[in-house]
């Protein structure tokens, strides 16, 4: 097929009019829109300081001995004091030095276990969704219900049993019982986003199936995704102290909340600062990315 | 009926400098600004203007159905003489039950899904307030006559169908049966015809103009179409952000057209005789955040002056009956 | 009326599509049945019907969005009537179509840059080291400001983003643009700015469009020549002036009667007043005889049997008509 020559001349084009690209303006746009949203911004600052304590433990921990298999008698089940501001466990180790210690882990188990399975949920749901009504779609979609009725901790327990209980087992468990959300969610968006005006657009002038997914759907999905991943990393990090709670996870002495829950229950109510403090920490950090996940919906919306 | 009676020839409606602001996460947008508009009895009045200029706030203002963030920030909007920003709940009832009725521009929206057309329209008559209105045999009665008035084919067969079961002319007619099964003193059309195509908005125009000529009732026919306003109504306000720029009979509008908008609106309007289209209003409608103080036509009109910029020109009288609120026509009377 | 430089021609396209299974027999849906039209270099053909038409599934076999059930679509004398994924890179760029909703056509997650870069990437016209001067030019070209360039199209106008979806269909320097609709989102000012930027890009580049609209006014002052759709067919086809001068299908007097005029002067182009009656069939169930003859005021017992065929109505043929009352005068 010939061409005609093309008719638009660009060498007249005032280079000096075009504006620069600014990404700061984005940036500062987006942090306008999350900033729109008050309590998402408390999550941001509360996520943030937990992180920020667990990274940097080292220098912030009280008692960095008591982190691990420390015995003192003589201090133990203390009630919180200036010395142990949440008290001290039936071993005698400071609770406060515990839990920081212990979020790392809980961070880990949470964001890891999501982290790793977010490509493969999504990739799996671009390509049912896509493909919607092939063979490929059915498939992968049969798949994603199959695993998606399985309870999630029995299959932990499962996991757990034949390998050893571990944080890393128990991260797999939750992988393993987590992608077919984001292959359900992903599946949703392109399924409906597929037949949107502008991806016929992008069809008839010749878009390939790779840019069409990648640059045109997937930047519609990420809001959803965002929002859904930040809500799970609480998620996550609830099922991670339950199989802790009942054995399945971090394993003594390395404390884990979980863990700590579990061991303090036995000492309720006289002792209510054992199991009580973990706990508050456990809704914290659920709490944080709860109300973080709001905010990153409205920061992601079209809405100017 | 009370005292302060405010009623001058025969005025149904009667809007009396009206300021409407709604409020948004980023503050107040001032829509209205300074409306006036008079509906006589028995007149039939179109309101034309672009998206956005205000035409159904102005309106919904008059059937008192705002959305809860719209603040009236001044003015007076008299219906049958009465105030009815100062009614109490007991008396908008009986406004919306039997003084005003509504036709909205997407009929699928105004009507329920899930009941029949004989129960929606069952439903409208009861709360009328008209005699009987209790009575189902009455209701029947009534349903069936204002579905056939309405042009409407084999009203007993109708009456047992869904919304979802007709046509898009056939729910708007059946929405222009339902406002005028009972008597009402306005009627106000939000736009009736912009979704159906042309020959059935021909159709369902007629009827509206036909069954609100025969109930006696006065019409309130908001649209963006010049064309569509020619058809129906005997007096046309032309709206802008906010302002009706211009007023006069329909015949006079569209022999003469004034204020320089209405001019450039009817410029831009593809004519069936040919000669081109006016290359449109340069522009954009001003940001109701922060309207221009004086004229809101004033930064896109080619005859703005330094005093446009000032002060909103009132309505100056051009012609008998020819209003128009621009500068350029202050030799007339102002109105 | 077949000419050799014609850039597209119709034959006798049909698309059906099929619906629910009636016991045993099959039910298609007969949105376009039987269409024939072709289009001149530089020309506007406008594509007038109301909804249910088929007009615009003959825009989406233009461009491949359907495959046609029968009959030939050819460009430039070569067969396209086949769907998008099968046709060449080269094709695509000649046909280009502007969508009616600029809210739905613009992805709102892409700024006006690279929603105007795209076709540049994909047909490679011109070095990537110049996509930035190429999208300033696209925007020159429908006068739309540079400061607009990396905003998202949420920021901008109904108008203003319709402009960047002409930009996006002109990049690819194409000699086809389909036109669904483009401005009946819009308001009559919007829509006057629009046309008047369409006609000049028209002359500037010798574009030839296929304009699909309801609106027969807006033809009159647009378009080359004047084709009506009715349930699938076209009822009426001629050069404009004529078109309107002397309409002869009587559904197209009914239609130029329907049309809310602003003046006295266009009252004198719907002489014949016929009354609008009665509502276009659903195409799964289409009249038999002639589509039109439930609401035809001359329908006469031919008409509910017989399918009209297209009449000559001058001596070029240009002007053609399908109704048994004008075989009969001619």
Request: proline content about 7%; some cysteine.
């Amino acid at each position: 097929m010939e061409s005609c020559p093309n008719k638009i001349d660009i060498s007249q084009v005032d280079v000096s009019r075009i504006p620069r690209r600014n990404a700061g303006e984005n940036i500062r746009k987006l942090w306008y829109k999350f900033s729109l949203n008050r309590v998402s911004v408390v999550g941001l600052a509360l996520i943030l300081l937990i992180a920020a304590a667990a990274i940097f433990y080292r220098s912030i921990v009280p008692y960095p001995e008591h982190i691990g298999a420390m015995v003192d008698f003589k201090n133990a089940c203390m009630p919180p004091s200036w010395q142990h501001l949440c008290g001290t466990d039936q071993a005698g180790r400071d609770i406060l030095s515990r839990i920081i210690y212990a979020f790392r882990g809980a961070l880990t188990m949470g964001v890891v276990a999501i982290l790793a399975i977010l490509p493969l949920g999504g990739v799996l749901g671009l390509v049912a969704g896509y493909w919607n009504g092939r063979f490929v779609s059915n498939l992968i979609m049969r798949v994603a219900d199959v695993f998606l009725s399985l309870p999630t901790l029995i299959l932990v327990m499962c996991v757990s049993s034949i390998m050893t209980p571990s944080t890393r087992n128990a991260m797999l468990a939750i992988s393993i019982s987590w992608w077919p959300w984001y292959t359900r969610l992903v599946y949703g968006i392109v399924t409906s986003t597929r037949n949107e005006v502008y991806i016929r657009s992008a069809e008839v002038l010749g878009a390939n199936v790779w840019h069409i997914l990648l640059k045109e759907i997937l930047p519609n999905a990420l809001g959803p995704i965002l929002t859904k991943m930040t809500l799970d990393f609480g998620v996550a990090i609830l099922a991670g102290a339950t199989l802790s709670f009942v054995g399945m996870g971090e394993q003594p002495p390395a404390p884990s909340l979980g863990a700590m829950v579990s061991a303090g229950v036995g000492y309720l109510p006289d002792q209510w600062w054992m199991a009580v403090f973990p706990a508050l920490a456990i809704m914290l950090i659920v709490l944080g990315f709860n109300l973080l996940g709001d905010g990153i919906g409205d920061m992601l919306s079209d809405a100017e | 009926m009370e005292t302060h009676i405010k009623e001058q020839d025969n005025r149904v409606v009667d809007v009396k400098n009206l300021f409407i602001s709604f409020r948004t996460f980023k503050g107040y947008t001032k829509v209205l600004n300074g409306v006036n508009l008079h509906v006589r009895r028995k007149e039939k009045i179109a309101i034309v203007g672009e998206t956005g200029c205000g035409k159904t706030t102005t309106v919904y203002a008059i059937a008192q159905i705002l959305a809860k963030q719209a603040r009236v920030d001044g003015g007076e909007i008299f219906f049958k003489g009465r105030d009815s920003l100062r009614m109490n709940e007991k008396e908008l009832k009986q406004l919306r039950a039997s003084g005003i009725s509504v036709i909205f521009q997407d009929p699928i929206a105004s009507l329920n899904p899930v009941f029949t057309i004989g129960d929606q329209m069952a439903e409208v008559i009861r709360y009328s307030g008209i005699e009987g209105a209790r009575d189902p045999r009455v209701q029947r009665e009534r349903t069936v006559a204002a579905l056939r008035e309405t042009s409407l084919p084999d009203p007993e067969r109708l009456m047992e169908n869904y919304p979802f079961q007709l046509s898009g002319g056939m729910r708007q007619r059946i929405c222009i049966a339902m406002s005028l099964a009972t008597p009402r003193d306005l009627v106000i059309a939000d736009e009736p015809t912009t979704n159906l195509d042309v020959t059935i908005q021909d159709q369902v125009l007629k009827i509206l103009r036909q069954r609100v000529e025969e109930k006696q009732s006065a019409l309130i026919l908001i649209t963006h179409s010049l064309g569509v306003a020619r058809e129906v109504a005997d007096r046309i306000y032309v709206m802008y952000a906010g302002n009706m720029v211009e007023t006069a009979g329909a015949e006079e509008l569209f022999r003469e057209c004034l204020h320089p908008y209405s001019r450039g609106l009817m410029s831009c309007i593809p004519k069936l005789s040919g000669g081109g289209i006016a290359s449109g209003i340069p522009g954009h409608l001003p940001s109701y955040y922060a309207p221009p103080p004086g004229c809101r036509f004033e930064p896109r009109c080619p005859h703005a002056m330094p005093r446009c910029k000032q002060a909103m020109p009132p309505m100056y009288e051009a012609a008998p009956g020819h209003c128009v609120a621009c500068y350029l026509y202050e030799r007339g009377t102002s109105a | 009326m077949k000419s050799g430089n014609d850039i597209l021609v119709v034959e006798d396209l049909k698309k059906y599509f099929p619906v629910k299974t009636k016991g045993k027999q099959e039910l298609f849906v007969k949105a376009i049945d039987g269409v024939s039209f072709s289009l001149k270099p530089g020309e506007t053909l406008g594509l007038v019907g109301e909804s249910g038409s088929g007009k615009s599934t003959v825009a989406y076999d233009v461009v491949g969005m359907y495959s046609p059930t029968s009959g030939s679509i050819r460009f430039k004398g070569r067969e396209i009537g086949m769907l998008l994924r099968e046709r060449p890179l080269p094709l695509k760029k000649e046909i280009q179509i502007v969508f009616q909703d600029p809210g739905t056509s613009l992805n709102p997650k892409r700024t006006v840059y690279k929603i105007l870069e795209l076709p540049l990437r994909i047909h490679k016209i011109c070095e990537p080291k110049d996509y930035v001067k190429y999208v300033a030019r696209l925007m020159d070209l429908v006068e739309l400001p540079y400061e607009y360039m990396f905003k998202y199209p949420s920021a901008l106008g109904g108008g203003e983003r319709q402009m960047v979806a002409i930009a996006r269909a002109l990049a690819t320097n194409p000699q086809l643009i389909v036109l669904d609709e483009p401005t009946s989102a819009l308001d009559v000012s919007v829509q006057a700015k629009i046309i008047n930027t369409l006609l000049r890009l028209q002359k500037e580049m010798n574009l030839s469009y296929l304009f699909i609209t309801h609106d027969l006014s807006l033809m009159r002052n647009v378009a080359s020549r004047v084709a009506i759709m009715y349930l699938g067919k076209i009822a009426e086809i001629a050069p404009t002036e004529d078109f309107f001068r002397s309409p002869r299908h009587p559904y197209t007097k009914m239609l130029l009667s329907s049309i809310p005029v602003v003046s006295p002067e266009e009252e004198k182009y719907r002489p014949e007043r016929i009354e609008s009656r009665g509502e276009i069939p659903s195409p799964v169930n289409v009249p038999a005889g002639c589509s039109f003859n439930t609401r035809c005021p001359f329908a006469m017992e031919r008409c509910l049997k017989e399918d009209p065929v297209p009449v000559a109505l001058d001596a070029e043929g240009l002007h053609m008509a399908r109704c048994h009352l004008l075989e009969m005068r001619g």
